[in-house]
C-alpha cells in the first residue's frame, strides 16, 4: 500500500509564504518525479511544478520566480515552498508520485489527498 501524505496548507494573507510537504510511504522500489498539482473550484487541476528524481525542476508559468519546488530522495519527501501568494493560487494543492513498483521497472502514478490553500485578506 503507498501513501502520499501532504501537509502545510493553509490560510495565507496575499502576499505572504507557505511550505507544502508531500512524504511518500508504503511498497515501493523507487521514485521518478514528484510533482504538485492544483485544482480550484471550477477549474481544471493544473501542473504547478515537478521534479525529477535528479533535481531537475519543471514550474507552470504563472509560478515561476515565487514558487520553489525541492525533493529529499533519502526521505522520499517534495516541497513546495510558495512565496508572494496571489488570490489566484488558492486551491487544493495535490501531490503526485511516479513511482517503480516491481522489479520489472513497472510503474505507477500516486495521488495524494490533497491541501487546502486560501490567499485571502
Known amino acids: 500500500q503507498v501513501q502520499l501524505v501532504e501537509s502545510g496548507g493553509g490560510l495565507v494573507q496575499p502576499g505572504g509564504s507557505l511550505r507544502l510537504s508531500c512524504a511518500a510511504s508504503?511498497?515501493?522500489?523507487?521514485?521518478?518525479?514528484m510533482g504538485w498539482h492544483r485544482q480550484a473550484p471550477g477549474k481544471q487541476r493544473e501542473l504547478v511544478a515537478d521534479?525529477?528524481?535528479?533535481?531537475?525542476?519543471n514550474y507552470a508559468d504563472s509560478v515561476k520566480g515565487r514558487f520553489t519546488i525541492s525533493r529529499d530522495n533519502a526521505e522520499n519527501t517534495v516541497y513546495l515552498q510558495m512565496s508572494s501568494l496571489k488570490p489566484e493560487d488558492a486551491a487544493v494543492y495535490y501531490c503526485?508520485?511516479?513511482?517503480?513498483?516491481?522489479?520489472?521497472?513497472?510503474?505507477?502514478?500516486?495521488w495524494g489527498q490533497g491541501t487546502q490553500v486560501a490567499v485571502s485578506s
Open positions: 503526485n508520485a511516479d513511482l517503480v513498483v516491481s522489479s520489472t521497472g513497472y510503474r505507477m502514478n500516486y
Open positions: 508504503g511498497s515501493f522500489f523507487s521514485i521518478k518525479a
Open positions: 521534479v525529477t528524481k535528479g533535481g531537475s525542476t
